[in-house]
């Protein structure tokens, strides 16, 4: 587990520190992600496809890139 010193920082750092804290204590369902090394606005993450639809068993990687807009606007996803 990486921390994040967020002392001060902007509304978004303690967002996404937050956010960090959520995914670790109560991840969702079927779904893992976590910023990169020591990059709180850059997030690798994985989504597994639901069972009974063409996509059970499969595993699709994302990577999620955050702005200082965040909350406001949605990361940036790309696969």
């Not at 639809?53 to 990687?61: H, Q, S, V």
């Given at each position: 587990m990486v921390l994040y010193k967020v002392c001060g920082g902007s509304d978004t750092m303690k967002r996404l520190s937050l956010e960090v804290k959520l995914m670790e204590d109560d991840p969702p369902f079927g779904?893992?992600?976590e910023p990169d090394s020591d990059n709180l606005f850059?997030?690798?993450?994985?989504?597994?496809?639901?069972?009974?639809?063409?996509?059970?068993?499969?595993?699709?990687?994302?990577?999620?890139?955050?702005t200082e807009a965040y909350p406001k606007q949605p990361p940036i996803v790309t696969i």
């Open positions: 779904s893992w992600a850059i997030w690798q993450g994985f989504i597994l496809g639901p069972p009974d639809t063409p996509y059970d068993g499969g595993k699709f990687n994302l990577k999620l890139v955050f």
